[in-house]
């Protein structure tokens, strides 16, 4: 199986800063990594797919980068309702799995 | 606009069988593959199985394989969890999702078993 690290487990962050989270696969996966935002009692919503395709409707301030086994989420300027837990996913092969989560909280 | 459904979920007691549906719409059902996903409380997604868009073939995890079966009615729009030999573990919010990269996601169905 392969395993998606996702670093820093939780970050807290000024309004306007730069934030970056990480995930890391255990083998290469080209680039069949997507990236969500979950909002306490509310599903998963996709905003990357493709490793740096972003989804309909997502706010260009979101963007993913990376390739193989190293992938990160930027967000460009951090506002209150970026206040989420972030999870990177692989679709590569199966069993699909899902990363830890980066809990993301506003100074 | 894409729309997935869940119903279903519930309580049940350990040992017990349950079906969640999960209707869809906004989208050419049978050209997708579809997904299950669960998350227990406190807890990050977890994925629970898939099925391919002519429903030919199904990936599950290894945590439900062998208890849980995943079907679908393409002439229904409609994507079925079937629960077998449930365990108090498999409490969770089940999702249903559009194929394997997840681009929509129901609301969820709440499935407790305790």
């Known amino acids: 199986d392969i395993q998606m690290t996702q670093s820093p487990s939780s970050l807290s962050a000024s309004v306007g800063d730069r934030v970056t989270i990480t995930c890391r696969a255990s083998?290469?996966?080209?680039?069949?990594l997507a990236w969500f935002q979950q909002k306490p009692g509310k599903a998963p919503k996709s905003l990357i797919y493709?490793?740096?395709s972003l989804q309909s409707g997502v706010p260009s301030k979101f963007s993913g980068s990376g390739s193989g086994t190293d992938f990160t989420l930027t967000i460009s300027s951090l506002q209150p309702d970026d206040s989420a837990t972030y999870y990177c996913?692989?679709?590569?092969?199966?069993?699909?799995?899902f990363g830890g989560g980066t809990k993301v909280e506003i100074k | 606009e894409v729309q997935l459904l869940e119903s279903g979920g519930g309580f049940v007691q350990p040992g017990g069988s349950l079906r969640v549906s999960c209707a869809a719409s906004?989208?050419?059902?049978?050209?997708?593959?579809m997904s299950w996903v669960r998350q227990a409380p406190g807890k990050g997604p977890e994925w629970v199985g898939s099925?391919?868009?002519?429903?030919?073939?199904?990936y599950y995890a290894d945590s439900v394989k062998g208890r849980f079966t995943i079907s679908r009615d393409n002439s229904k729009n409609t994507l079925y969890l079937q629960m077998n030999s449930l365990r108090v573990e498999d409490t969770a919010v089940y999702y249903c999702?559009?194929?394997?990269?997840?681009?929509?996601w129901g609301q969820g169905t709440l499935v407790t078993g305790s």
């Open positions: 999702a559009k194929d394997i990269m997840m681009d929509y």
């Open positions: 906004g989208f050419t059902f049978s050209n997708y593959a």
């Open positions: 099925i391919t868009g002519r429903g030919e073939s199904t």
């Open positions: 083998q290469g996966i080209r680039n069949y």
């Open positions: 493709a490793a740096s």
């Open positions: 996913q692989q679709y590569n092969s199966y069993p699909l799995t």
